[in-house]
């Protein structure tokens, strides 16, 4: 969990990804300079800060720490500053250890959230043909469960109950899954008559659902904080927020920029460009529901597109390249498989 202060804004990332600890420390010499959350880099993502700077950009230079003899006042102040981590440190400043909220707590805060979450099971899955040809793509599994199998999981965990599953392709065989599965949780199935899209199905639930609510495809796995992209939505008051993870693309060549009358201006040798992809994952607001054409194919990004014509704010919340794993294409299914390890 320890860098030092030459340590890049997306190096920082890399290692948050990797510890999942939320937080990573910055020191010298063994003596702590500051702290990096998964916050701050989100802040200086949307603040559109180059991640090639270093890492004291964003760091917090006067971060909470504590003597490391008072470590059993750690959890009363974590709770109360509402922060993940607190570094003890020795009268030098000598980074010792750090503490976490304990798990008590975390479930404690995780069971505030009861937020509907909409699945889109309704797809084809062209893109994972043979298997699709077979099963629907929400039941392909994922070691031994199926993939949306997984997503729900991952919503229980935080307090959600109430699930609606829209559904198309197969969708008897999906029915029948959720029906002899021993599960207390609420599924509503949203039925399409047709192929409606991401946004088209949304339409269906005019009416139903009547507060903030999750969207999620039937094929992507994100593992972050769903309490913290709410509580974010809500801060922003946001009317949509799409859920983005932070992708690199090295392009294994040297670039060249052209000057004028087709000089060579510079040459940069293998650059890593960094963008903000869509996962697949949103939350919106059931008023945006009214302005989806009923009846019709309607993707959730053209719903954005439309948010942001009328002047409504849609959202971006930054997750790191880890915490988003794809199955939509048969090569990306196979590292989701290798990342979670159930080969």
């Known amino acids: 969990m320890l860098i030092s202060e030459d340590t890049t804004v997306i190096q920082a990332m890399e290692k948050l990804d990797k510890t999942a600890k939320k937080i990573v420390l910055v020191e010298r010499e063994g003596k702590l300079r500051g702290t990096v959350t998964d916050g701050d880099i989100r802040r200086w993502i949307l603040k559109k800060g180059d991640l090639n700077d270093s890492v004291t950009k964003v760091m917090k230079t006067n971060p909470i720490t504590l003597h490391e003899s008072q470590n059993d006042q750690a959890q009363i102040i974590m709770k109360k500053k509402s922060i993940e981590a607190i570094p003890l440190v020795d009268k030098y400043n000598l980074i010792k250890s750090v503490i976490f909220k304990n798990d008590v707590v975390k479930d404690e805060e995780k069971k505030k959230m009861n937020t509907s979450v909409v699945i889109m099971a309704g797809g084809k899955g062209t893109r994972l043909y043979p298997y699709t040809k077979i099963l629907p793509k929400p039941l392909i599994p994922i070691g031994d469960i199926p993939i949306i199998e997984r997503i729900i999981n991952n919503f229980t965990e935080c307090g959600c109950n109430d699930f609606f599953l829209t559904v198309n392709h197969k969708k008897g065989m999906i029915k029948s899954y959720f029906n002899e599965l021993n599960h207390d949780y609420s599924i509503q199935y949203i ?146 498989l290798n990342q979670l390890g159930v080969m």
Request: glycine fraction near 8%.
């Open 191 to 336: 039925e399409e008559d047709k192929p409606l899209g991401t946004g088209g199905s949304l339409s269906l639930l005019c009416g139903t659902i009547s507060e903030t609510f999750f969207v999620s495809n039937c094929d992507v796995l994100i593992y972050a904080d769903y309490t913290d992209i709410l509580d974010f939505h809500n801060e922003q008051k946001n009317k949509m927020t799409v859920v983005a993870s932070l992708r690199k693309t090295v392009i294994p060549y040297g670039v060249i920029e052209l000057g004028d009358n087709g000089a060579m201006k510079n040459s940069v040798e293998k650059p890593i460009y960094s963008h903000l992809i869509n996962t697949g994952m949103y939350i919106i607001e059931p008023g945006l529901l009214e302005i989806i054409p009923k009846d019709t194919f309607y993707d959730l990004p053209n719903l954005a597109e439309k948010c942001i014509e009328i002047g409504e704010k849609v959202g971006v919340y930054p997750v790191g390249q880890k915490s988003w794993l794809d199955m939509g294409q048969i090569e990306e299914m196979e590292n989701m």
